[in-house]
């Protein structure tokens, strides 16, 4: 390798442009002044308590909660079915069907949302945690199947071939070899989906009726510069939340890459 | 044979149904109503026949509408150039100087601060850019005047939305760069071209996919954004996505919404195709 020491420098400052709003977190979040600036007044854990003794927050947070849970398994599971169809079949339309279910990575969200909220309300749809939980599928469906097709992609045909020469059903060859060897990229799948759910913001704001969701919550809280602090300790614990998360989600993507013998070919997308 | 590929063709079309009626019934047929709703005659609250290009003509003819348009596109284009051009020197020097195996961390470092907490970031550069926040108050620690970014509305708009989006666009960049043949750099320097020659000459015009990909990756939910806008700028410098809020939402006028959301979906297309087509030369070079 090269020595580059110009660009190397220049990428250790880009990537702390990066995380500059992130490295504040925590800063601000123990620091015991009730304004935002510098020069920093001394440690404390008090917004932290705020934080958690905030009943409406615990609401917000139990209602995302439950909504990353369903739409990570509704997505992954519609992204095991539409990831599965496109690898291993030729099929009429194909290309259409996969344009259709990618085309939310290329429509600004706000179309979509929006699009959605006037037929609901065409329709005399009652708002509610359901309605948003179907909007965000829309959004990270894409992210499932774009996962769990390398996932299939990486799969070696000739064990299905082998198992059904031995007598197994299809469903009982995709029971025992195909999920099992499939297993990783679900969990990144999974994981990924229920990141994007739990943060996403205009859809919870727009199809969400006003239920407390934590992203409107943090939202609507920084218009307060006495909440400010509260949520910067949310924030500092969300941060490490979702870097978890995709620790664990980047483990079993190289897991199920070095399982089906790949290489790695970086990143997620 | 043509048996075998028929029975394939329904296992495909069954496995794939499942997905495929959801978008239809909640993507599709969505779009669709809008795309109707746009031709049709709007009131307050109301919707009904007959067909109609008013909606349009009112887009036409009122400037704000031109206004709010072209201060998306340019805001958004604007930013497009700004996370281009800083993210291809990153991407350069995670595939041509870090090693193999530490690239994967690199990129991973790189990708993180785009899935966490969006709202968060975005609402903390408010406190940033403030009267009297973070920068201002650290400017004034070592005796210099404030600055109050904030009050410069689409300045702000522009430093926020590159930052939320900059990772974004270093993946596709990078991925075209590793496919680059090492081999072709090495002859361009073996035939005595410089190393800034090789890099516009080779280099550049190879990687050309990867910065188209970037440039749509970012451009698009860029132009989109609701939150930067209505959080930053305190809701005065409306961007597409607000527009349309107030549209559909507050004056209930979901004909004209409609067309008006109708139209910024063309013109997002429009300027896409546009980037397509200028470096289509480059586009299909490499596989």
């Known amino acids: 390798m090269k020595k580059a020491p110009f660009l190397k420098s220049y990428t250790i400052f880009y990537l702390l442009f990066l995380y500059f709003p992130i490295i504040l977190l925590p800063i601000f979040a123990f620091n015991d002044s009730k304004v935002v600036a510098f020069p920093l007044q001394g440690l404390t854990t008090a917004w932290f308590g705020e934080m958690a003794a905030d009943q409406n927050l615990r609401n917000a947070a139990k209602n995302s909660l439950f909504i990353a849970l369903s739409v990570a398994t509704l997505s992954t599971i519609l992204g095991v079915f539409a990831a599965r169809a496109s690898v291993r079949y030729r099929f009429p339309g194909k290309a259409p069907i996969m344009g259709l279910i990618m085309l939310p990575l290329v429509l600004p969200e706000m179309i979509i949302a929006m699009a959605l909220l006037v037929v609901l309300l065409s329709l005399g749809v009652q708002l509610s945690l359901f309605t948003v939980i179907i909007g965000q599928v829309l959004i990270t469906t894409p992210f499932a199947v774009a996962i769990l097709t390398s996932a299939f992609q990486s799969l070696d045909r000739s064990l299905e071939e082998a198992a059904m020469d031995l007598g197994e059903t299809p469903l009982s060859t995709f029971r025992l070899i195909v999920l099992p060897l499939v297993m990783p990229g679900i969990m990144a799948s999974f994981l990924i989906c229920f990141t994007i759910s739990f943060d996403e913001f205009i859809i919870s704001n727009f199809l969400g009726a006003g239920q407390p969701i934590l992203s409107v919550y943090i939202f609507g809280q920084f218009r307060f510069p006495a909440k400010v602090p509260s949520m910067l300790a949310l924030g500092t614990v969300l941060v490490l939340f979702s870097i978890i998360l995709l620790g664990v989600a980047e483990y079993f993507r190289r897991r199920g890459i070095a399982k089906a013998g790949g290489k790695e070919s970086g990143g997620f997308l | 044979m ?140 070592i005796g210099l005047e404030p600055l109050n970014i904030a009050s410069y509305s689409i300045l702000s708009i522009i430093i926020v939305l590159a930052h939320a989006y900059a990772p974004f666009a270093v993946l596709p960049i990078f991925v075209s760069l590793e496919k680059v043949d090492r081999s072709l750099l090495e002859a361009g320097q073996d035939l005595g071209e410089s190393r800034w020659a090789t890099f516009t000459r080779v280099t550049l015009p190879l990687t050309m996919p990867g910065v188209i990909a970037s440039v749509l990756i970012v451009f698009i939910p860029t132009v989109g954004d609701y939150v930067t806008p209505k959080l930053v700028a305190d809701g005065k410098e409306p961007m597409i996505a607000n527009f349309i809020e107030t549209q559909l939402l507050k004056l209930n006028n979901y004909a004209q919404g409609s067309a008006f959301a109708v139209t910024s979906m063309v013109m997002v297309a429009v300027v896409c195709l546009i980037f397509i087509l200028l470096n289509r030369r480059f586009i299909g070079g490499q596989k």
């Open chain 2, 2 to 141: 043509a048996a075998t590929s028929k029975s394939e063709a329904m296992s495909g079309l069954k496995l794939i149904s499942p997905t495929a009626i959801y978008v239809i019934l909640l993507l599709a047929v969505p779009l669709a109503t809008v795309i109707l709703y746009s031709v049709l005659t709007g009131g307050r609250g109301t919707i009904s026949l007959p067909f109609t290009f008013e909606n349009y003509a009112q887009l036409l003819e009122k400037p704000v509408y031109g206004y709010i348009m072209l201060k998306s596109l340019l805001i958004a284009l604007v930013v497009t150039f700004i996370t281009i051009v800083l993210a291809y020197p990153v991407a350069y020097f995670v595939s041509f100087h870090v090693r193999p195996e530490r690239k994967s961390l690199w990129l991973f470092l790189i990708t993180i601060p785009f899935w966490t907490s969006y709202i968060i970031r975005v609402s903390l550069w408010f406190v940033i850019l403030g009267y009297g926040g973070v920068v201002d108050s650290a400017l004034a620690s």
